[in-house]
């Protein structure tokens, strides 16, 4: 293919790597997919950008992050999975209460460097299970706080390789998602806090855990929350939408619904995109036909 072609010329150039027919499986925490065609992992933005000029008008690209919620395709995936490096997960404080993170930073790694430095606000992000880029592309959020309660601003590139800053003031924000154009692709962002003791921070990241263990499944293939809930038709929470509508002991073939928290699904051996798929459609489905609302998913699907 020529794409792979100049894909390898332009890999001799850079000391970012490139992978050709990279297993998909182990980038997520479903464990399901096929093979991307290539996997670019920049270590630097200089090389992102150079990537961006070259290639980011021309190829279907997919940002990934933690994989945390995502189902992927078992099929090939054409296009070009970008996965930013370790330069992308730093973390440094401006202020006093005030930091700025990497999209590559893992959520909970921000809410315990803010808990060290006595900078309270972002407790909630140690019970979010992704990286800041997702956090932010999706407006994540638990505990009643999203990430539009505490984002300053987002520095962002296009695909033609553009660098720009975005306040939060620029920002359409609303349950799991934003306005702004799905093309660009997250390089950090700054997060205002407030001053807080650090025991008392500590312990509200502990009781938010607790919660959040005793409530949810962990430590298995799951895809976090396979829905959103549906706040614009019912104040009812989607789990029990799905409780009243669907027999909880639903599978096909290993994928299944978390006896734990029945909006979790689960790859419980070796669960397939069309397993995992009939499971999600079947659902949406039935609570459809017992309660009258369209519920959406909240996991992303890359086909």
């Known amino acids: 293919m020529k794409k792979i072609e100049e894909l390898k010329s332009f890999s001799k150039d850079?000391?970012?790597?490139?992978?050709?027919?990279?297993?998909?499986k182990k980038t997520n925490w479903f464990n399901i997919g096929g093979i991307a065609a290539a996997y670019f992992k920049p270590e630097s933005l200089n090389e992102l950008v150079s990537f961006l000029k070259r290639f980011g008008s021309k190829e279907k690209i997919f940002l990934l992050g933690a994989g945390s919620n995502i189902l992927i395709k078992d099929n090939l995936f054409e296009g070009i999975v970008i996965k930013l490096?370790?330069?992308f997960c730093n973390i440094s404080q401006l202020s006093d209460t005030t930091l700025v993170a990497g999209?590559?930073?893992?959520?909970?790694?921000?809410s315990e460097f803010a808990c060290q430095n006595n900078i309270g606000g972002l407790e909630f992000l140690s019970c979010i299970p992704?990286?800041?880029?997702?956090?932010?592309?999706m407006n994540s959020g638990c505990f009643n706080r999203e990430f539009k309660d505490?984002?300053?601003?987002?520095?962002?590139?296009?695909?033609?390789?553009?660098?720009?800053?975005?306040?939060?003031?620029?920002?359409?924000?609303f349950y799991r998602?934003?306005?702004?154009?799905?093309?660009?692709?997250?390089?950090s962002a700054s997060f205002k806090g407030k001053f807080e003791d650090k025991q008392k921070l500590q312990k509200n990241i502990d009781d938010f855990k607790k919660k959040k263990n005793e409530a949810q499944p962990s430590k298995i293939k799951t895809g976090g929350s396979t829905f959103k809930n549906p706040i614009k038709l019912t104040n009812e929470k989607v789990w029990k939408l799905i409780k009243k509508s669907v027999p909880l002991n639903t599978k096909f073939?290993?994928?299944?619904?978390?006896?734990?928290?029945?909006?979790?699904?689960?790859?419980s051996g070796n669960?397939?995109?069309?397993?995992?798929?009939?499971?999600?459609?079947?659902?949406?489905?039935?609570?459809?036909?017992?309660?009258?609302i369209d519920i959406e998913t909240e996991i992303e699907i890359v086909e």
């Open 14 to 24: 850079i000391k970012s790597k490139i992978f050709f027919d990279y297993d998909l």
């Open 85 to 87: 490096g370790k330069k």
């Open 103 to 110: 999209s590559g930073t893992i959520d909970r790694k921000l």
């Open 130 to 137: 992704g990286t800041i880029g997702g956090g932010l592309r």
């Open 150 to 173: 505490i984002l300053l601003s987002i520095q962002a590139v296009d695909k033609t390789g553009k660098i720009f800053t975005i306040p939060s003031s620029k920002i359409k924000f």
């Open 177 to 187: 998602g934003n306005d702004l154009s799905s093309d660009l692709i997250f390089l």
């Open 253 to 267: 073939g290993d994928a299944e619904i978390s006896q734990k928290h029945c909006n979790f699904f689960v790859n």
């Open 271 to 292: 669960a397939s995109f069309h397993d995992m798929k009939r499971l999600i459609d079947f659902v949406q489905e039935k609570v459809k036909l017992k309660t009258g």
